[in-house]
């Protein structure tokens, strides 16, 4: 037998080392391949991986520590508010107790009542008259004491032989108390006074009941012989003691007892009432004596948290309740707020890991892209970089390689350039103006010969347009040679338009004498006449103006028309050469010139409205003749066609 134990034990020590070694097996397979995966992974989802493990452990340690501390803060927050409610509710019942024992004490202590209530307890019979009046002087006193706020009820229980006992309103027969169950409560108090429960009364002159909380009270003599001579009722209505208690916010679902010293319910701010009673057995296990103290209990089956004052006064209880699960509920929201904050921090980790991880290991693979774009032309490239290391300072090599080849591109196109010019010159200079001019004089003076007025006005305009379009070769001009030009331009037009072209010139002489780069307002001109002038009848005139003023040491030329307007999708295309019937040099060509020859702050804006015309601003420099270049100089560019 012992025998077969030793083999069952070997047997159990052999299989347990199998298991053992198989676990290790498993164990190294899957670290193997898990080494696998990792060699095969690219270097930024190394990286990713290994930021965001470590990081996000780091956070769900904060937000765990963080949860619990919130769920604590949260439930200590709650506990000390619904505190401060619970206090301000005894302090508000409180209130109610003592302006109750004041109105007492100042009916206890009023003369008139010491005095008449002597009277009638001496057994001495007053006559009617006398009743009479001290009824009225004993009324008076009780209608006072009702006066005050909250007193609903100010009463005095008087021998019954009296007439005025049967008032009901302010007197009672002192024999009622005999039939009431808590009147002997009175010689047990020092004092001589109770407070009672709530108890419904039909006061005289209504018919309906009114339910009351009431101070009872013997009233005794206070010239030194303590007899007792009467008993006061002062009474408030029930529904204000209720309505406080409802009022008193401890928690949403918190509730709010009063009870006397039996135990009997005085008001309630919810009727569950079976909650009460198994607090009563239970409450003697609890400790109240700290201020705000809250002891855990369970009630029916839930939790709650519960706390009780004293009201010395009545010898009350102000009882409140708060369930654990509305605490824990707002416990868990916060809980729900703190994992979806998690959550997206998880999230947002990994993204700024993921983007962390992918900078650091693709800056070579962005280079190798910007190379690739070298070849294509492509040498604005802003590759500045306040990395140190190797790589930075391989992007600081490729950059300035990169500006030099720039630099010898543009030299080499600026050399293109001046052959260009040069190209442009020659053909200039193949154009004989005087042939041309000769040319036209020659058709002018065979107008004027056959009496064709029409066509020496014509020819006239056209070898002044062209004598302007051409200036000897020359691009500057004066404004007042601009302004000749379109003069000409116009004069030819009407020619086509029957005269129904008006131009208004408002050009003072002093701006006249201001040059600027030839050709600049009659394309303008131009495409306000094509462009702006739609299906205007003939029998209408279409006015343009031209209009100029210095501002700020530059001069701006205005051309406003009345024409049909153009749309900011029309204007757009007109300023990027997207029209269909682009006139002249373009307008895209004016701006394009007057930028390159003054600078970017200057150039051509055009503001429009469909239906009410088109206004184009162009801004340039104030400067006399021959002072252009240096504005001319400050850039050089590629000249549009």
Known sequence: MRLQNIGKESLGRNNSMLLRRRGVGTMRKLRAQLGKMIRRCSMYMKLTISFSIAIISILMIVMIVLSHLVNYNDREKILFSANQSFEQTNSFIQNYLDTMVYVSDQIYYNHDVQELLKLNSSGKE????????????????????ELVETIYMARLFVPDRLTYSNNMRHFEKVSALENREDYGELPRNGDYSFFTVPEKIIMPGTNYEVEVVSLLRLILTTDGTIQPIGVEQIGIQTYKIKSVLEKSKITKSGIVYLVNSEGQLISCSDENHSLLQELRQKSGTLDFSAKGSWNEISLLGDGYYVNKTYLDTADWSLIALIPQGEILQQSRQLQSIIFVLTLVAIIAVFLVSNRISRYYTSRLSYLTEIMRKVPNGTLELDLETEELDEIGELFRSFSNMTRQLDLLMEEK??????????????????????????????????????????????????????????NKGMEIVTIEQELNHVQAYVTIQNYHFDGMIRLHLDVPEEIRQYSCINIIIQPIVENSIIHGMGETPCDREYPIYI??????????????????????????????SKSSRDTGYGIKNIDLRLKLNYGEQYGLSYESELGKGTTARLRIPACKEGKEENFSSQKEGPENP
């Open 413 to 470: 196109y600026k050399s293109g350039k001046a052959v260009k010019a040069a190209q442009l010159q020659a053909l200039r200079a193949q154009i004989n103006p005087h042939f041309l001019y000769n040319t036209l004089d020659l058709i002018n003076w065979e107008a004027i010969d056959h009496n064709v007025p029409e066509i020496s006005q014509i020819t006239k305009s056209l070898s002044r347009f062209y004598r302007i379009s051409l």
């Open 126 to 145: 007053r006559q009617l008259g006398e009743q009479y009046r001290d009824f009225l002087r004993l009324d008076s006193v009780l209608r006072t004491a």
């Open 547 to 576: 209009s100029a003023s210095l501002e700020n040491g530059d001069i701006v030329l205005t051309v406003r028309d009345e024409g049909i307007g153009m749309s900011g999708e029309q204007i757009k295309d007109i300023l990027n």
